[in-house]
T-cell receptor, first 115, second 109 residues
């Protein structure tokens, strides 16, 4: 079946531009996560949705980062006034349900380069 | 989140079994042990998870120590496609995964 998809796969933005990254989770998955992965590092948690509710946004690095999932399916991560330190791979993951025993399925990521 | 400790890197010969260790001495009773791997230029991929008993699936086996302070991911017959960074993660009820630095596994042909 279809996995998690993300678009665009690659994005180059000039410093100061706004960007929007899209995630299509696996159909029927309640939980959706965003992670940021810098070069050579493991992914780091950004934010988590259960259906349309954003239950945890503790990992968002600044108020320039904003995520939404208005209908409980597709999610968008928006970064305003991009900075060079925002350059990273942004990963989306979905899970059938919450809880410690459920695995997460990851998309291929969006590689953002800020010049 | 409780912390895990893994070797930075390991090598294994192709078609040989691979045992990837993970220490998690501060694990709590409700933490599940999850393993993910990340191939080059791809998103992480779920491998296996368990709570107390050993687990097997089509990809690997997970051996959990009786005191749950360590676990071992076992790839029964390594192939070149298994070259990846392997992450051992403790997952509580707070949903998110906390990745460490993982073990970079190199498969020697």
């Amino acid at each position: 079946g279809a996995g998690v998809s993300q678009s665009p796969r690659y994005k180059v933005a000039k410093r100061g531009q706004d960007v929007a990254l899209r995630c299509d989770p696996i159909s029927g998955h309640v939980s959706l996560f965003w992670y940021q992965q810098a070069l050579g590092q493991g992914p780091e948690f950004l934010t988590y949705f259960q259906n349309e509710a954003q239950l945890d946004k503790s990992g968002l690095p600044s108020d320039r980062f904003f995520a939404e999932r208005p209908e409980g399916s597709v999610s968008t991560l928006k970064i305003q006034r991009t900075q060079q330190e925002d350059s990273a791979v942004y990963l989306c993951a979905s899970s059938f349900s919450g809880g410690a025993s459920y695995e997460q399925y990851f998309g291929p990521g969006t590689r953002l380069t800020v010049t | 989140d409780a912390k895990t400790t893994q070797p930075n890197s390991m090598e294994s010969n192709e078609e040989e079994p691979v045992h990837l260790p993970c220490n998690h001495s501060t694990i709590s009773g409700t933490d599940y042990i999850h393993w993910y791997r990340q191939l080059p230029s791809q998103g992480p991929e779920y491998v296996i998870h368990g709570l107390t008993s050993n687990v097997n699936n089509r990809m690997a086996s997970l051996a959990i120590a009786e005191d749950r302070k360590s676990s071992t991911l076992i790839l029964h017959r390594a192939t070149l496609r298994d070259a990846a960074v392997y992450y051992c993660i403790l997952k509580a009820g707070n949903e998110k995964l906390t990745f460490g630095t993982g073990t970079r596994l190199t498969i020697i042909p």
